[in-house]
């Protein structure tokens, strides 16, 4: 897990490996299962102040993590020792679970919390066998399912600027955090505000929720603007003139054979690829996360 960072990056560099790492969370795990997370880690879980033991509270937080993601109840052991990264996991068979917290930590206890969620994740995942080809991407992954899962609005908390002070934990961007986290805000209908005390990170969330709505809005999504409807238009007309599919420029649709004509867009639910026929209003239930979608294709 990478450590904080005097030089942050911002914006959506990931954005496209944040949106594998949904389509393949829900592929792994169903609709059903994901559905059983509708409740996130809360503050009270993760409080974490001076007067209780370092080691002791340590794994008191590591616990909850591990109920929280319906682990296998076995004791965690959590230790602390001076290291590049932010934390690390050992992931063997078990029944324990041996986490290393970059010694920084002991003098930072509210952020041990977002530490252990990473890492506990990284458990999680090993366990169900789901991983992204390459250590990039599959930090992305683990980054991209603890947030979508109700542990990672701690990762984005732990995003703060204070003059020369700076830190994010995590691979993904603050705005990606604030992305995912509002992903599955709009899925839940839970909304995480209150629970940030960084201004920085509910800065951050406010940006990843315009993203995300942006995807709701895209064609040939019904609630999609009349700028993107024209595009959307011309590339329709063109595509049954020429007799054959042909993907439009930057919005993610694409139109496919000839009679009758078909478009397929990513739902902005979980990104996996729908097709309807082009034929006008009509509406689409994805089928991996069950989404009901209006669209005017």
Request: hydrophobic letters at 40%; glycine letters at 8%.
């Amino acid at each position: 897990m990478a450590t904080g960072d005097n030089d942050i990056a911002h914006g959506f560099p990931h954005i496209g490996t944040v949106r594998t790492a949904l389509t393949a969370l829900y592929k792994r795990l169903s609709y059903d299962t994901v559905s059983t997370f509708a409740a996130s880690v809360l503050p009270v879980d993760v409080a974490f102040d001076d007067s209780e033991d370092l080691h002791l509270g340590a794994q008191r937080v590591a616990g909850a993590m591990v109920r929280h993601l319906r682990l296998p109840d076995a004791r965690t052991v959590v230790s602390f020792r001076e290291m590049e990264h932010a934390a690390n996991v050992e992931l063997t068979a078990g029944p324990e679970y041996f986490i290393e917290l970059n010694e920084r930590f002991k003098h930072h206890r509210k952020d041990i919390g977002a530490a252990l969620a990473h890492e506990v994740m990284h458990v999680y995942l090993h366990r169900l066998d789901l991983a992204l080809p390459g250590t990039r991407d599959n930090e992305i992954l683990t980054d991209t399912a603890t947030t979508y899962l109700g542990a990672g609005w701690l990762l984005l908390d732990a995003y703060r600027e204070h003059g020369p002070f700076s830190q994010k934990l995590g691979y993904l961007t603050p705005e990606e955090f604030g992305y995912v986290l509002a992903k599955r805000a709009l899925f839940f209908g839970e909304d995480p505000a209150p629970w940030f005390t960084s201004p920085q990170a509910y800065d951050a969330y406010t940006a990843g929720l315009a993203r995300a709505r942006e995807d709701a809005r895209q064609p040939p999504l019904a609630a999609a603007g009349w700028q993107a409807r024209r595009h959307y238009a011309r590339d329709r007309r063109a595509a049954a003139g020429r007799g054959h599919g042909g993907r439009s420029h930057g919005d993610g649709y694409a139109f496919e054979g000839t009679a009758p004509l078909r478009v397929s867009f990513p739902c902005p639910t979980c990104h996996q690829r729908i097709r309807v026929p082009v034929r006008g209003r009509l509406q689409a239930r994805c089928g991996l996360c069950k989404t009901l979608l209006d669209c005017d294709t």
